[in-house]
């Protein structure tokens, strides 16, 4: 079965920095997108960015543009968001997910796959 599992959450300082990974196996799609969500405390879950393995393309939802970057290893099958200068509100379960459309966008239900998450804590 296909099978998402993040990696890399923890508990940082505001101003800090994670690398957040999502390795992808158990499918044999040809184009997919992958994507990042993340849900805070008593909040909805939001999306983050998404990037297909086809062109390495990617989408960045309007708020979450500046501070972080998704990037990709096909070889590895593994998506990667970079968190940068971390704020408290930041402080989420982040969860990636996958779209065997490859359609590349950051609506939660387009996305058939989910991972576990990984919580990051940023404290102030």
């Known amino acids: 079965e296909v099978q998402l599992v993040e990696s890399g959450g923890g508990l940082v300082q505001a101003g800090g920095s994670l690398r957040l990974s999502c390795a992808a196996s158990?499918?044999?799609?040809?184009?997919?997108?992958i994507a990042w969500f993340r849900q805070a405390p008593g909040k909805e879950r939001e999306g983050v960015s998404c990037?297909?393995?086809?062109?390495?393309?990617?989408y960045y939802a309007d708020s979450m543009k500046g501070r972080f970057t998704i990037s990709s290893d096909n070889a590895k099958n593994t998506v990667y968001l970079q968190l940068n200068s971390l704020k408290p509100e930041d402080t989420a379960d982040y969860y990636c997910a996958l779209d065997p459309r490859a359609r590349c966008t950051v609506v939660p239900l387009r996305y058939s796959y989910w991972g576990q998450g990984t919580q990051v804590t940023v404290s102030s």
């Open positions: 158990g499918f044999t799609f040809g184009d997919y997108a």
């Open positions: 990037i297909r393995n086809s062109d390495g393309s990617t």
